[in-house]
T-cell receptor, first 111, second 115 residues
Framework: GQQVMQIPQYQHVQEGEDFTTYCNSS?????IQWYKQRPGGHPVFLIQ?????EVKKQKRLTFQFGEAKKNSSLHITATQTTDVGTYFC???????????FGTGTRLQVFP | DVKVTQSSRYLVKRTGEKVFLECVQD?????MFWYRQDPGLGLRLIYF???????EKGDIPEGYSVSREKKERFSLILESASTNQTSMYLC??????????????FGAGSRLTVL
């Protein structure tokens, strides 16, 4: 079945540094969603990307969908301690209507 | 705000016990989901339900069953708990067929330990 992998699995950064997580799929992605899970919390929806090559921004967060729809990325500029958490990408399969989650990237930010 | 409530935040059970994890949502969502979350594996779909009395297997249904007798409630059942079912279980719901949405709202999670 489809596998959605994220790299890196963990990332430690100094506050103010940039951070990027990459989401790669074994098959063409249909519709990418990104979620954030704070430590001890539950995943919360951030954004959805639908079109090939799409780029969306939310303040310091930039989300990108690859031209070939095989990958996506989330870039955080000038990280803050509030960015700490695990970031998941998820692919919505049009065939099955299921949301297949990536393996997640855990971000730790040191002040 | 949509609220998804999971009945137990922490449970400790013994091998072989029957375990019920309850999930209730208050926004009349048609679709409901059960995921388990394990380090390095992300969220894996166990079962989902498109509507009342309906259920579909996800990617890892073995050892689990579900029940959806009422629209707002989706229960996950471990018929005979085993130690490899120790995990965080997350329930989620969403509106069906909403154009461009398909966003999941998660509950707080139920951390199950099987001894």
């Amino acid at each position: 079945g489809q596998q959605v992998m994220q790299i890196p699995q963990y990332q430690h950064v100094q506050e103010g540094e940039d951070f990027t997580t990459y989401c790669n799929s074994s098959t063409t992605l249909s519709n990418i969603q990104w979620y954030k899970q704070r430590p001890g919390g539950h995943p919360v929806f951030l954004i959805q990307l639908v079109k090939s090559g799409e780029v969306k921004k939310q303040k310091r967060l930039t989300f990108q969908f690859g031209e070939a729809k095989k990958n996506s990325s989330l870039h955080i500029t000038a990280t803050q301690t509030t960015d700490v958490g695990t970031y998941f990408c998820a692919d919505l399969s049009y065939n099955t209507d299921k949301l297949i989650f990536g393996t997640g990237t855990r971000l730790q930010v040191f002040p | 705000d949509v609220k998804v409530t999971q009945s137990s935040r922490y449970l400790v059970k013994r091998t072989g016990e029957k375990v019920f994890l309850e999930c209730v949502q208050d926004m009349d969502h048609e679709n409901m989901f059960w995921y388990r979350q394990d380090p390095g594996l992300g969220l894996r779909l166990i079962y989902f339900s498109y509507d009342v009395k309906m259920k579909e297997k996800g990617d890892i249904p073995e050892g689990y069953s579900v029940s959806r007798e009422k629209k707002e409630r989706f229960s996950l059942i471990l018929e005979s708990a085993s130690t490899n079912q120790t995990s965080m279980y997350l329930c989620a719901s969403r509106v069906a067929g909403a154009s461009g949405a398909n966003v999941l709202t998660f509950g707080a999670g139920s951390r199950l330990t099987v001894l």
